[in-house]
């Protein structure tokens, strides 16, 4: 299975499918990331915690 580059949390093939770059297997992110978020085609710090 795939992992998050940020966390290394398991993702699943569909989740990098739909929001990884086609070039990449890997998301740069993911929803288990408390650091980063998805902000468009960009990743940015998180401005809050998420739980």
Excluded: W
């Amino acid at each position: 299975m795939p992992e998050c580059e940020n966390c290394g949390s398991f993702v699943t093939v569909e989740y990098v499918r739909v929001f990884a770059p086609d070039e990449m297997d890997r998301p740069r992110v993911c929803p288990n990331c408390e650091d980063k978020v998805r902000d468009g085609g960009e990743v940015r710090e998180a401005r809050a915690t998420r739980h």
